[in-house]
């Protein structure tokens, strides 16, 4: 279901080259690695003028990555074995969005007033979205944090599901970080406790 909203989703939040000094964010993510008993690795450019973070740990057997660039922003990533294709795209509601409503175009409501009022939802099944979002601490948790994206595509050639969370660059708190895995975590329970996960 790659289509013109997630492209331009990726467009705009993934192929962002505004420069943004992430070294002062060194310290918070170590403590984040020890929380989550991850793996966090920083790579630099020959140059030492660009760096690169990135923090693997497991949940559940499966593997979470979340990445951050001096020049690309916030990413959550893992991929997971689905018993049927599941395609989606939660994104913050932009001009665009509303315009669409306005002539007609549909979103996909939770009916949760405050999630949403700020989040335009796509998907090739409702059912399973809606029972994906049913908790209201996972919505709390996307819409206080301003998650710009929450991307699921199936990928044909891996055979397996991608969700990808892109977050807000300005996040240097280490409470901050721990609500982002959080919501990592809560998505994974709702695909196992909606029976989604292939054994």
Not at 34 to 43: A, D, E, W, Y
Not at 69 to 77: A, M
Not at 98 to 105: A, E, N, Q, T, W
């Amino acid at each position: 279901m790659k289509n013109s909203k997630s492209t331009l989703l990726e467009d705009i939040f993934i192929k962002d080259y505004t420069y943004f000094d992430i070294t002062t964010k060194k310290d918070i993510w170590q403590e984040l690695e020890k929380i989550v008993s991850g793996k966090f690795k920083i790579t630099r450019t020959k140059s030492a003028d660009l760096n690169s973070f990135k923090l693997d740990f497991d949940y559940k057997s499966i593997q979470i990555n979340l990445t951050e660039t001096d020049t690309k922003p916030l990413k959550f990533e893992f991929s997971i074995n689905l018993k049927e294709i599941l395609e989606f795209n939660i994104s913050l509601e932009d001009n665009l969005d509303k315009l669409m409503k306005f002539f007609g175009k549909h979103e996909i409501e939770i009916h949760k007033a405050d999630f949403d009022n700020k989040y335009f939802i796509k998907t090739n099944n409702k059912k399973e979205v809606k029972l994906l979002l049913e908790k209201k601490e996972l919505t709390d948790l996307i819409i206080r944090n301003d998650i710009y994206g929450i991307i699921c595509n199936f990928d044909k050639e891996a055979q397996l599901t991608k969700i990808l969370t892109v977050a807000d660059r300005n996040i240097n708190a280490l409470d901050k970080l721990v609500d982002l895995v959080k919501v990592q975590l809560m998505l994974i329970d709702q695909f196992y406790e909606n029976d989604l996960i292939k054994e």
